[in-house]
């Protein structure tokens, strides 16, 4: 994997559209999993992978190639995220009843993304519950777990990523961990 990242990185340099349309194609379902994980929200995250691959293009040449590739395109696509999350106004939540009608939530009113009950019946209720759990956890923790649990990258890789130090990402993962241990432990 990082010698045809490296190849496609160096003809991506020399302006080889193909090739940054093949990095493209390598990386869009990660850094989406990624931005959908920490946003919670398919369509910024969407955007999010978007915005990822335009920086990607426009910077390019700062790319530095003793560097891997993917801890590069995560660090750019985590920064956006973050800033994203940054960004937000206050968020209603979706469980709470809508004034004027009673039994109706705010989920009700979303629209349906074509869920079949076979898709349903794959999300496992355990698997769920984790990524709510992920959800609510602080940004600075949110990231780190998602980053090491969901995109199973190395303390080192997920320093890389967000230019910390690894003890503090191994406190942020510890921390983090201790969260959902608290959070998850009655509901397991």
């Known amino acids: 994997m990082e010698n045809l990242e490296g190849r496609l990185t160096k003809l991506a340099l020399k302006g080889d559209q193909r090739a940054f349309a093949e990095l493209v194609e390598l990386y869009k379902d990660k850094i989406y999993h990624l931005a959908y994980r920490m946003l919670n ?3 910024e995250a969407e955007d999010i992978v978007q915005e990822t691959f335009l920086r ?3 910077n390019l040449d700062r790319y ?4 891997k590739f993917s801890t590069w395109i995560y660090r750019i696509g985590t920064n956006l995220c973050i800033d994203r999350l940054r960004k937000r106004r206050p968020t209603y939540s979706l469980d709470a009843e809508m004034n004027d009608q009673e039994g109706i939530d705010g989920y009700s009113m979303i629209p349906s993304d074509n869920v079949t009950p076979e898709t349903e019946l794959l999300l496992s209720e355990t698997q769920t519950l984790i990524y709510e759990a992920i959800d609510s956890l602080p940004v600075k923790y949110r990231s ?3 980053l090491r649990y969901l995109q199973d990258l190395s303390l080192q890789e997920i320093s890389d990523v967000l230019d910390m130090p690894v003890t503090t990402i191994k406190t942020r993962v510890h ?3 201790e969260f959902l241990r608290k959070k998850l432990g009655p509901k397991l």
Request: no cysteine; charged share 45%.
């Open 56 to 58: 990607v293009y426009r």
């Open 175 to 177: 921390r983090g961990r």
């Open 41 to 43: 929200n398919r369509h």
């Open 144 to 146: 780190v777990m998602i």
């Open 64 to 67: 530095d190639d003793k560097q």
